[in-house]
């Protein structure tokens, strides 16, 4: 059944593989990006060259008036959202005794704020429907720990607890709400870890290697298909085996 | 538009959304207590509240809502406004 679709920071890495494997899944699929406008045109111009369909919604979904017009916009274009994938997150990364308060605030902001912002405007219709899938982009630094990421860290392990909180509230409507916590994926994230870390890394990984965007968008296809009834509440850990 | 005209609009959907007993109906009648419905249920009503009048009811203000009464008052307000 083609549903709406809304993945955030969906112009680039995970959130690109995830825009691609729902359209592919023949979801009408909403794009957003903050600032690279050319990154989510491209995106969408992949996913019409492939026979999906998309369109792109430019938000900060960190502020609140910024993800209403967001829904409005997605509303009036696509319809009401069915799934949302909360995927648009940064690293400010610091250890914490040198990290400002800018960095704490824009991190939290971005990545835990966003979450609960999108997800209350979009279970409106959700509830409506008796019909909703929420998928939101934890990691293993949320659950593990991570020295120099304790505010990634932090607004990461804050999705596993939102969650599982509102997978409580609207499980009773047909709505699950679960989180995907990838381990190191090849993305515009890690390329900037440089190759010592990534090298480092892989050393600590059961399957040697990183992740492909695709690997992570697999498991949020799941959670957001009909298979996945009756997940939720979950963390389904993608990390090839770092955080065991 | 009238408060009686307000009353039953939210009756109706009290009964049609909710499946509430209609002889249950009462303007002091608890929407938790008395009525069963849950907090999520009260969500959901005032939800349709807003898209039946076309009102928007601010999260603080829906907090306050514990009765038919309260709803049909607040709905009223909303319209006057």
């Not at chain 1, 909403?30 to 492939?50: L, Q, R």
């Not at chain 1, 800018?102 to 966003?114: F, G, H, K, Y």
């Not at chain 1, 850990?237 to 065991?244: K, N």
């Amino acid at each position: 059944m083609s549903r709406v679709a809304l993945v955030t920071g969906g112009s680039r890495g995970i959130g690109r593989a995830v825009a691609e494997l729902l359209a592919t899944q023949g979801h009408r699929v909403a794009v957003n990006y903050t600032a690279n406008e050319a990154a989510a045109d491209a995106a969408v111009e992949a996913i019409a060259a492939a026979g999906g369909s998309a369109i792109a919604v430019q938000a900060d979904v960190g502020d609140a008036d910024s993800v209403t017009a967001m829904f409005a916009v997605v509303g009036e274009r696509l319809g009401s959202v069915e799934i949302l994938v909360n995927n648009a997150g940064i690293t400010r990364d610091a250890l914490v005794l040198r990290m400002g308060v800018e960095a704490w605030d824009e991190v939290i902001e971005t990545n835990l704020r966003s979450v609960y912002l999108t997800s209350k405007a979009a279970l409106r219709g959700m509830l409506r429907a008796r019909w909703g899938r929420i998928v939101s982009i934890s990691s293993v630094s949320g659950i593990a720990g991570n020295p120099g990421q304790a505010n990634y860290a932090a607004s990461k392990a804050g999705i596993i607890g939102f969650t599982k909180s509102v997978a409580r509230e609207v499980g009773s409507r047909g709505i699950t709400v679960n989180a995907v916590a990838p381990g190191f994926i090849e993305t515009d994230m890690t390329d900037a870890l440089g190759d010592e870390i990534t090298t480092a890394a892989s050393e600590r990984i059961a399957l040697g290697r990183l992740g492909q965007p695709e690997e992570v968008a697999a498991a949020v296809g799941y959670l957001a298909s009909d298979d996945a009834s009756y997940v939720t509440g979950h963390t389904l850990v993608v990390d090839g085996g770092i955080a065991l | 538009m009238d408060r009686s005209e307000i009353e039953s609009k939210l009756n109706d959907l009290l009964v049609d959304e909710l499946g509430i007993d209609r002889d249950a109906l009462a303007q002091d009648a608890k929407f938790e207590e008395d009525l069963d419905v849950d907090s999520l249920g009260v969500v959901e009503l005032l939800m349709a509240l807003e898209d039946n009048f076309g009102v928007k009811i601010p999260d603080e203000e829906a907090e306050q809502i514990t009765t038919v009464g309260e709803a049909v008052d607040l709905v009223e307000k909303k319209l006057a406004s």
